[in-house]
């Protein structure tokens, strides 16, 4: 079988890439180091859909909606729970050649076509029954209601993801590691995630017999609802088969209204990623005797003393089909500044992960630093809270020092002048805004 040489992929392979439609011929190598860095490489396909899914949702009187309030939370969750890569690999592929270096029981051959398969096969079961636990024991349940919490569904939510997930992800792929190379692993594991981007779209409706056998739009926009027929359905990756063979499919019928049983109604990111840990916490100490104490830990959400594992079903808001997600008001202007502050923001970002090898411990440590005080801040100020105007300054006075040592750099250098007035500006106004506030805080006090 001939090797791929090459750590990037053509246009064809990248658009293929994100619907599982690779060959064995041209995603097969020797050595774990060779595999490309797919998710990575996928950025720019993901834009482009987003932006497709956009238009098209102009286009179609019942189109999707996309807020921007909820478009920077999902992206904003997606890109936080990249951030340990800076300082760790991942977990899955390390705690996987672990026991493939110390507990393997065959080497099946790295560039047989037949392994390729029984990789793809096995790495989407495995995905199968880590997600379904995800959604029955409460304790990965923390981790996993990030992505279920976005009251819209469209190709951002997909990239809401959970920075803790993948702390408890690896363990469910590990039988694999005992006959399957990881060089194999390591490519399946990232082709399944990518699969899984372009479902979570409403312009997509029926897709005919594929339905029956394909994770399709259809089938996960149920796993996304909170309608009593959508609880605990629909687990795939990319095999519906799974969900049939085991019996937690469902198909979709009713109207679905997207996001958790009881939203959190905030768009602030440390909110929306650790919410639950608290929660899970107060409800452990709360329940009587060590029995109880232990079923809150590893039984459903929904479960409660004299209860089912997984809870009662009765117990779940019932659904009008009238719910509206949460969008409070704000005006046209903030929403345009913390866009622009946002996509200068991802800029940064994208280097970040881009440059890591090359890049001193304390840079990268110093523009982490500033990556999750400018999420802080904008979600700050699309939740419309008191000390927004604070924090957003000194994030300002953050990024000009940046600006001035150089650890900033525009991706397009004619741009640099106009960026550096656009957040002294900013820091003015911001500046004025506290200066405001304190006034008014005064006033009221005396």
């Known amino acids: 079988m001939a090797q791929v040489q090459v750590n990037n992929v053509t246009v064809s392979q990248g658009v293929r890439m994100l619907f599982s439609l690779m060959t064995p011929n041209e995603s097969s190598f020797a050595t774990v180091q060779e595999v490309p860095k ?3 490489q996928a950025t720019p396909y993901f834009s482009g859909l987003i932006l497709l899914e956009i238009v098209l949702g102009w286009l179609k009187t019942d189109g999707p909606r996309i807020k921007i309030n909820d478009f920077i939370t ?14 760790m690999r991942s977990l899955e592929l390390s705690a996987y050649i672990y ?16 392994t390729w398969w029984l990789a793809f096969l096995g790495v989407d079961m495995g ?3 880590f997600h379904r636990f995800a959604h029955e024991l409460n304790i990965l349940w923390a981790a996993h209601q990030v992505h279920h919490s976005s009251e819209y569904y469209n190709l951002s939510t997909a990239l809401r993801q959970s920075v803790t997930q993948q702390f408890s992800s690896w363990a469910f792929y590990l039988p694999l590691a005992l006959m399957v190379p990881p060089s194999v692993f390591a490519v399946h594991v990232q082709f399944n995630l990518l699969y899984q981007f372009w479902i979570h779209t409403e312009l997509v409706k029926d897709l005919g017999p594929l339905e029956w056998i394909l994770n399709t739009p259809s089938h996960h926009r149920v796993h996304h609802g909170r309608n009593p027929y959508c609880i605990d359905k629909n687990y795939a990756g990319i095999l519906i088969i799974w969900d049939r063979m085991f019996g937690t499919f469902a198909p979709e019928s009713d109207k679905v209204v997207y996001g958790l049983t009881h939203p959190i109604s905030t768009f602030q ?12 916490w ?41 719910e509206m997600p949460h969008d409070p008001t704000w005006s046209p202007a903030m929403q345009a500044y913390v866009l622009v502050q946002f996509l200068l923001l991802l800029d940064v970002y994208n280097n970040l992960l881009k440059d890591q090898t090359i890049l001193s411990e304390m840079t990268a440590l110093l523009l982490t630093g500033y990556v999750l005080l400018s999420l802080t801040s904008l979600g700050f100020l699309i939740d419309q809270r008191a000390n927004a105007a604070e924090m957003e300054m000194l994030r300002c006075v953050l990024i000009m020092a940046l600006q001035q040592f150089g650890y900033i750099k525009p991706l397009v250098p004619l741009l640099a002048f106009p960026i550096e007035a656009f957040v002294l500006i900013a820091a003015v106004y911001w500046s004025l805004q506290c200066v405001n506030q304190r006034i008014n805080r005064m006033k009221k006090q005396n």
Do not use: H
């Open 99 to 114: 026991v493939w270096n110390n507990f393997r029981l065959l080497e099946l051959p790295w560039d047989s076509a037949w």
């Open 127 to 129: 995905y199968y029954w």
């Open 38 to 40: 797919y998710v990575n």
């Open 269 to 280: 990111i440390w909110t929306v990623e650790f919410l639950y840990y608290p929660y899970l």
């Open 282 to 322: 107060q409800r452990f100490w709360e329940a009587e005797g060590i029995s109880n104490k232990l079923s809150v830990i590893f039984k459903g959400p929904g479960w409660t003393p004299g209860k089912p594992r997984l809870g009662d079903i009765a117990d779940i808001p019932q659904i009008t089909g009238e």
């Open 74 to 87: 999902s992206l904003s969750a997606g890109m936080m729970s990249r951030l340990p890569q800076l300082v």
